[in-house]
């Protein structure tokens, strides 16, 4: 099994900036392709970004290219999501999530194993 426990959620104004991070312990070794999903109240979960095993390949929504980057550090079995320029459209509960199987893409939420509990990402305006 492997354990997800996201961090860096917060309070922020419109056009700040968070630095999500998201730590996996346990059966690390098997993991490969991460990504980062969230949820806003009353809405589905929706893909955010993805990143490939090696970290040579990711991918973003269309909602947060551009301002959004996703990250890893494989020597600490952790991937960060940087946010910039943040909008109040954003608020919303982020998620990491992880798989074992190594994808070139991969932003549906069955394509992932492995969740964590979320934080929660709150953009006043």
């Known amino acids: 099994q492997v354990q997800l426990v996201e961090s860096g959620g917060g309070l922020v104004q419109a056009g700040g900036s968070l630095r999500l991070s998201c730590a996996a312990s346990?059966?690390?070794?098997?993991?490969?392709?991460m990504g980062w999903f969230r949820q806003a109240p009353g809405k589905e979960r929706e893909f955010v970004a993805f990143?490939?095993?090696?970290?040579?390949?990711?991918y973003y929504a269309d909602s947060v290219k551009g301002r959004f980057t996703i990250s890893r550090d494989n020597a600490k079995n952790t991937v960060y999501l940087q946010m910039n320029s943040l909008k109040p459209e954003d608020t919303a509960v982020y998620y990491c999530?992880?798989?074992?199987?190594?994808?070139?893409?991969?932003?549906?939420?069955?394509?992932?194993?492995?969740w964590g509990q979320g934080t929660q990402v709150t953009v006043s305006s």
């Open positions: 999530a992880a798989t074992g199987t190594s994808y070139n893409t991969a932003n549906t939420a069955r394509a992932y194993s492995y």
């Open positions: 346990g059966r690390t070794f098997s993991v490969r392709t």
């Open positions: 990143i490939s095993s090696s970290g040579g390949i990711t």
